[in-house]
């Protein structure tokens, strides 16, 4: 099993910053890929950023792309969502997931976190 805690979601305001961290625990093959993924009301579950655990490349959604930045500490087990010039847009219930390989759709992830609010005031 793999168990993730999310936390440092809140509210700021547009053009602000965030970082949200996901602590892991649980069998280390099956959270090789980690990934920050975003629900919106009204709409789908969607990836915002997936890193690999062993330190392979970074993937990031086009609508976040220069804004946010995937990182890890492997000795904390923690992953980190750094979020800057957010916009209202960015306003979402955020979740922490784990995989085996990275991939963008949602249905590929068996490990989910709670998820933290993230609100984004214009």
């Known amino acids: 099993q793999v168990q993730l805690v999310e936390s440092g979601g809140g509210s700021v305001q547009a053009g602000g910053s965030l970082k949200l961290s996901c602590a892991a625990s649980?069998?280390?093959?099956?959270?090789?890929?980690m990934g920050w993924f975003r629900q919106a009301p009204g709409k789908e579950r969607a990836g915002v950023a997936l890193?690999?655990?062993?330190?392979?490349?970074?993937y990031y959604a086009d609508s976040v792309k220069g804004r946010f930045t995937i990182s890890q500490d492997n000795a904390k087990n923690t992953v980190y969502l750094q979020m800057n010039s957010l916009k209202h847009d960015d306003t979402a219930m955020y979740y922490c997931?784990?995989?085996?390989?990275?991939?963008?759709?949602?249905?590929?992830?068996?490990?989910w976190g709670q998820g933290t609010q993230v609100t984004v005031s214009s």
């Open positions: 997931a784990a995989n085996s390989v990275c991939r963008w759709d949602q249905k590929e992830y068996n490990y």
């Open positions: 649980g069998y280390t093959s099956r959270r090789r890929c």
């Open positions: 890193i690999y655990t062993t330190g392979g490349p970074t």
